[in-house]
């Protein structure tokens, strides 16, 4: 058996998962519904009880580095079946946010990122950096003519900025978070007991990441809830239209380097046509999620700003991309410049600050979710 | 008296169908001039029938045959009229098939045995009617209705002013130099109203500013009693200052020895003169009367035992070890939790008195506390609370958790580890606000043990945990959560001069706390005039306290007013009848003075009964204890239950048996009554006599019912032991050791002991009757016929 844990509750951490909408914590009383109505969560040692009852006495150890706050999914089915009114898919949703603030780097980003005093803050970052790069290089004026968002932005200076970004910032940044994240969540599942294997072996590893593709591609254990059923159409839609999205920015990356085809492309070119689709899909998508949250549901999730950070920047992404485009057609030059600047900011925001935004569940659940076949766990479907 | 008896037959709800009338009322002496039936008795004709024979015809006591005396009694009231009832609905139509159906054609066949019942049951009626007395209430000249109130905390307080507002005069006695109790040591209390969230301030100094108020009131402090004399409405009290010593205290009783014949003596009591107060029957006459007593005396702090073993014990103890028994019954352990070794474990009593005066500091070094862990429960592997702890020790806990927080920084800490967490009803919002609290950790576990780390904090070790199987936590004190422990268990506080002793018998059987059944009688002790409320009576929050010194006090209000119109208070509730001794043949054997469950007899020094009869509750046990049957009620006697045992007809055919069922008339004859009323059947060779308890039943009746050729007599009443249901206490449980001693008289006689037998049953068993009945008949066909038949 274990030897005894000394056990030191952290009342700063309590107020911060309340914070962080995980207000309903201290409800609990332990009776493990949640735990039975999960349809998602393991036999064996399940969450998300055992969670709840760490996150009342405020063990910070015992909840950022587990990975079972990642296997949960927020149906909320257990907020809604919970007596107490306790709302632990709320509180896992809020735990997972610390999680993502705990192992960022660099931390302080994390912290601020979470920190809605900030918002403006980190707005202002880009826009500053933008007029100082264009002011500096003598673009910062609208110029004449057919409208071409390379005459205001140079595709070069665009790519100066992002092209790093994107291979290195990201990379860095989040290569540093998910392997502190690794080695906690394979310390505490095995403190805790919750890995059948001790050993850290990297093919293995990778096999059970690749296995668990099929998992996040099919949503499947998304589909699973029954409380929240309405979340899985608009996640499914923002899911493939980021897909659509990344694979269209890579596409048209090739065609401009290697293939010196610079835009903007015809509406007809089929990539030109699934941006589009991913777009329109993607707006539909994070319309439907804000109506979800705002809509007065019982069991709707609770909001808090760690979600609508995210939220509003996705919906101020696609508004700005789709408006870009629209006002460009409709040669509506003084309104589409500016338009595609603020585009522009928050495709910057979407990439530098993604490792410390609620974006960043893509990765993390991805990898835990590996984790957790990998541990045996979870079983490959 | 002269009687004349007038004798009213009903014909409905089936009675007419099942016997035949005609024979039913040939059975009737000639000597009865009136006799008469009615399609419905208990119709406004009816009933006018019977009224106008009493005006008329001078009826001055009226023989019912119809339903149970259970029903219709507002009904048949004829005032000052003796009224007999015959169960012939319930006792025989209803309870009894015929054994052949009714050949086609033919109308109802009337069966031989249910007619034979019927008329024995006629015949039972008029012999009792003839040998009862209408009742006369007893009467003290003076009765007073002042109520004396021991304890002046918020029980007592709240008690004397319940009593005071209904205009009844009180006196609170404190024994302490100030009124107020505990509650007057608390910092805040538990929430008594909506939310029910947030702790309050203590309402004991407004209740003592309002009761030092009353005109009606009078608190004396540093005050207890030497001695409490009388009964109900005449209680003579000895009052003493506290601590000190006085003539007319009452001796030391010696040990109560099983088994023993005499009741306890104080030694010297009997050798002392009339005028000695070692003597309880001396009279003070400086005593102080009052009517009634609430006993509000409340509780103390439990404390484990000193555990330091003298090597001789520990020698011995480990002899013992061998024997499970002697094992078993030693102390559980608390050392482990460190009470008394290390200075930063307290009780929560500790912790309160602290929390009253300031801020929680450690005791070791007077810093403050920033971390406190409550444990509520013994732990190492027990799932048992400390004694005593209750739903109270729970709210404690929650409500000195929240002191911590109070106290503290932003980050204070207090830790509740509880194997059971009992906030009943409304108190869980109390639970719930405490739960959301930050600051407060909550967790079911079994406290390991608490040690010290040199600095004075200390290090609390729990298994199996909500937090998993093995934790630690490192607090700066611990608390323990132990109980209330009544004041009764260990002081005998009343000092009854009775000749019972001076405390409540049997305490063992509650734990001390002096109720005569938490059940159903509330407040009620095993002595008349006495009321127990607050936590005197169980463990309970000040709230509580407060709602119940007013139940008691409202007891104690209908006690004096009993006692002033000469009836019975409980549970025989406006009883006229008392009981009345023939001293001239009384042989002093004192079993009555012995055996009355309330302590009701004092005797004088040769041992004559002294009544008391307002301590009295009218069960009969003396009666039914008297060898020399020279106890009875006027409508309740040897005789009249005597003659209707004699009054059953014994055939001599072996085919016939009789069997004479004597059924408490609290528990066992109404479930008889619900066998008719549920269509249930018995054997129709029985014949049911109620009996006011069955400690009430004295052997005589047995041996007449044996004599004359009954065949076996089975005893039905209330179950008796630790969870007694008796309504007297000890009845059922008195008249079972009396059988066994029938036992021995029958085998003389060459009787099969199997003949008597005493069943156990609740009001709510009535459908087990039908099949303990039958199991009895079949015992009665395996012995045979009683020999005697015939005779």
């Known amino acids: ?381 | 008296m002269d009687k004349k008896l007038g004798v009213y037959i009903c014909k409905g709800c089936g009675i007419e169908d099942a016997l035949d009338m005609e024979k039913l009322e040939k059975k009737v002496p000639p000597k009865i001039k009136i006799c008469k039936n009615h399609p419905i008795l208990c119709s406004p004709e009816g009933v006018d029938l019977i009224k106008q024979d009493i005006a008329g015809e001078g009826v001055n006591t009226v023989v019912i045959a119809a339903c149970s005396r259970r029903v219709l009694y507002d009904v048949f009231d004829f005032g000052p009229v003796i009224v007999e009832r015959v169960n012939l609905r319930e006792g025989v139509v209803w309870s009894h098939k015929p054994q052949e159906a009714p050949a086609e054609g033919e109308g109802p066949q009337v069966d031989e045995f249910i007619q034979e019942m019927a008329e024995d049951y006629l015949r039972m009626g008029l012999a009792e009617a003839e040998r009862i007395l209408p009742p006369e209430p007893y009467k003290e000249e003076t009765i007073d209705k002042k109520i004396m109130v021991l304890g002046g905390g918020v029980s007592g307080l709240s008690a004397a002013m319940e009593a005071a507002k209904a205009g009844y005069e009180a006196t609170v006695i404190e024994k302490g130099p100030q009124v107020g109790g505990f509650a007057a040591k608390m910092r805040k209390q538990t929430p008594w109203s909506h939310p029910y969230e947030e702790l309050q301030e203590p309402v004991v100094e407004q209740l003592i500013k309002e009761a030092e108020a009353h005109p009606k009131i009078e608190i004396r402090t540093g005050i207890e009693v030497a001695r409490i004399a009388g009964a109900p409405g005449i209680f003579d009290i000895t009052l003493k200052p506290a601590g000190a010593k006085s003539a007319w205290d009452i001796p030391e009783p010696v040990e109560e020895v099983e088994g023993a014949e005499a009741p306890p003596q104080p030694p010297g009591a009997d050798e002392a003169t009339p005028d000695n107060p070692a003597n309880i029957l001396a009279k003070n006459p400086d005593a102080e009367r009052f009517g009634a007593i609430i006993l509000a005396t409340g509780w103390k702090p439990w404390e484990p035992k000193e555990e330091a073993e003298e090597p001789a014990q520990a020698e011995e103890s480990a002899q013992a070890e061998g024997e499970g028994e002697e094992a078993k019954a030693k102390e559980p352990s608390y050392e482990h939790l460190g009470l008394g070794k290390l200075p930063n474990v307290v009780t929560n009593v500790a912790l309160e008195e602290m929390a009253a005066q300031g801020k929680i500091l450690r005791p070791s070094d007077g810093k403050p506390a920033a971390s406190v862990a409550f444990v509520q429960c013994r732990g190492q592997g027990s799932d048992e609370d400390f004694p005593y702890a209750s739903s109270v020790t729970s709210m404690v806990a929650l409500k000195q958790a929240k002191y911590v927080r109070e106290d503290g920084a932003a980050d204070a800490k207090a830790y509740i580890f509880y194997q059971h967490m009992r906030t009943p009803g409304l108190t869980e919002y109390f639970y719930k606000s405490a739960q959301q609290d930050d600051g407060i950790f909550l967790t079911k576990g079994d406290v390991v043990g608490v040690s010290g780390n040199g600095d004075g904090t200390l290090v609390l070790e729990a298994n199996d945990t909500l937090l998993g199987e093995k934790i630690k936590v490192s607090v700066d004190m611990v608390v323990l959560g132990t109980g209330m422990v009544p004041i009764t268990k260990d002081e005998a506080v009343l000092n009854f001069a009775y000749r019972q002793g001076p405390g409540f018998r049997d305490l063992d059987l509650f734990d001390g706390y002096p109720d005569s059944n938490f059940i159903c009688f509330p407040y009620e002790t095993r002595r008349t005039g006495i009321y127990v409320a607050g936590c005197a009576r169980r463990a309970m929050g000040i709230q509580e306290c407060r709602e119940d010194a007013a139940g008691a006090a409202l007891k104690a209000i209908q006690c004096i007013e009993s006692a002033n119109r000469g009836v019975a208070v409980h549970p025989r509730s406006g009883d006229m009848t008392f009981p009345d001794f023939f001293f001239q043949r009384c042989t002093q054997c004192k079993r009555c003075t012995e055996e009355c469950p309330f302590g009701a007899l004092d005797d004088d020094e040769k041992g004559t009964p002294l009544p008391n009869p307002t301590r009295c509750r009218r069960c009969g046990t003396c009666m039914g204890a008297c060898p020399e049957r020279i106890v009875g009620f006027a409508d309740y006697n040897i005789d009249s239950i005597g003659s209707m045992v004699k009054a059953i007809e014994v055939p001599e055919e072996e085919e016939k048996p009789r069997v004479l069922i004597l059924a408490c008339e609290n528990d066992a004859y109404p479930a008889l009554d619900m066998v008719g009323m549920k269509g249930l059947s018995y054997s129709p060779f029985v014949r049911i006599i109620p009996v006011r308890c069955l400690g009430s039943v004295n052997v005589v009746w047995i041996k007449d019912a044996l004599s004359k050729g009954v065949d076996g007599i089975l005893t039905i009443g209330c179950k008796f032991g630790d969870d007694y249901q008796c309504h007297f206490v000890k009845g059922s449980e008195l008249l079972d050791i009396r059988m066994d001693k029938i036992g021995e008289a029958l085998k003389s006689l060459a009787l099969e002991k199997e003949r008597v037998q005493q069943v156990q049953i609740a009001i709510d068993e009535y459908d087990k009757i039908p099949g303990i009945i039958d199991e009895f008949m079949a015992t009665i066909e395996e012995v045979g016929p009683n020999p005697f038949k015939g005779f």
């Not at chain 1, 332990?30 to 036999?43: G, K, L």
């Not at chain 1, 694979?247 to 610079?262: D, E, K, M, W």
């Not at chain 1, 030059?333 to 585009?343: D, E, K, L, Q, R």
Request: net charge positive; glycine share 6%.
């Open chain 1, 1 to 381: 058996m274990a030897d005894s844990y000394l056990v030191e509750p952290d009342v700063k951490f309590v107020k911060q998962l309340k914070a962080m909408g995980g207000d309903t914590l201290k409800k609990c009383y332990q009776c493990a519904t949640c735990s039975v109505v999960c349809p998602i969560s393991p036999e064996e040692r399940p969450f998300p009880r055992k969670e709840m009852i760490a996150a009342q006495w405020g063990l910070k150890d015992k909840l950022v580095g587990n990975m079972d706050v990642w296997l949960c999914h927020q149906c909320n089915d257990c907020s809604t079946y919970c007596p107490r009114g306790a709302r632990p898919g709320d509180v896992l949703n809020a735990v997972r946010g610390m999680s993502i603030t705990e192992y960022a780097w660099p931390s302080w980003l994390g912290r601020i990122v979470q920190d809605w005093r900030f918002f403006w803050l980190l707005l202002a970052i880009p826009v500053a950096f933008f007029l100082v790069l264009l002011g500096a290089t003598g673009y910062l004026k609208i110029p004449d003519g057919e409208i071409e968002f390379a005459k205001f932005f140079p595709t070069l200076l665009v790519d100066i900025v992002f092209v790093p970004l994107a291979t290195l910032w990201l990379p860095v940044t989040f290569g540093i978070g998910l392997s502190r994240f690794i080695s906690a969540i394979h310390k505490n599942a095995v403190a805790e007991g919750k890995a059948k294997r001790k050993d850290v072996n990297v093919p293995d590893f990778l096999k059970s990441l690749v296995c668990t593709v099929p998992t996040v591609l099919g949503h499947s254990k998304f589909s699973q809830c029954t409380a929240n059923k309405d979340r899985y159409v608009p996640h499914l839609l923002v899911f493939y239209s980021f897909i659509g999205l990344f694979v269209v920015t890579n596409a048209f990356f090739v065609a401009l380097y290697i293939l010196q085809v610079p835009g903007p492309y015809a509406q007809w070119n089929p990539f030109k046509i699934l941006a589009n689709v991913s777009a329109i899909a993607l707006l539909v998508g994070v319309i439907m999620m804000i109506r979800n949250r705002i809509g007065n549901k019982d069991n709707a999730s609770k909001t808090s700003y760690f979600d609508w950070y995210l939220l509003l920047l996705v919906l101020g992404l696609v508004l700005t991309g789709g408006l870009s485009e629209l006002t460009r057609l409709a040669h509506l030059t003084t309104v589409a410049y500016p338009i595609y600047f603020a585009h522009l900011v928050f495709v910057f925001c979407l990439f530098a600050y993604l490792p410390y935004s609620k974006l960043a569940h893509l990765v993390y659940r991805t990898v835990a979710m590996a984790y957790s076949r990998y541990a045996g766990r979870e079983p490959c479907e």
